[in-house]
């Protein structure tokens, strides 16, 4: 079965850095492409970024653009999430996903991964 799994959340003071990943196995993952979302406690699940199966186009909700990088390595099956000056708005779990339609990955994508918790301090 498909699996995605996030990793690399922590603690970050504001103003810092952190880069999670998501491994996913039981799909032709170089034919999918991946998202990013995020949860803030009180709030609903929001679109952060995604990246085409190609690697070639990426697409950022504009409350990261600037500060967030999306990448993939095909090879390793893995997707990176690399978020610089964070702030504590930054505060989420954050899940990454898999779609095999563009149309869907920043919508309703197919697959979840369980999310990876992380925490800005002020």
């Known amino acids: 079965q498909v699996q995605l799994v996030e990793s690399g959340g922590g603690l970050v003071q504001a103003g810092g850095s952190l880069r999670v990943a998501c491994a996913a196995s039981g799909l032709t993952f170089s034919s999918y492409h991946m998202g990013w979302f995020r949860r803030a406690p009180g709030k609903e699940r929001e679109f952060v970024a995604s990246?085409?199966?190609?690697?070639?186009?990426?697409i950022y909700a504009d409350s990261v653009k600037g500060r967030f990088t999306i990448s993939r390595d095909n090879v390793k099956n893995t997707v990176y999430l690399q978020m610089n000056s964070l702030e504590p708005e930054d505060t989420a779990v954050y899940y990454c996903a898999a779609s095999s339609l563009f149309s869907r990955i920043s919508r309703d994508p197919r697959y979840w991964g369980q999310g990876t918790q992380v925490t800005v301090s002020s």
């Open positions: 990246i085409t199966s190609s690697g070639q186009t990426t």
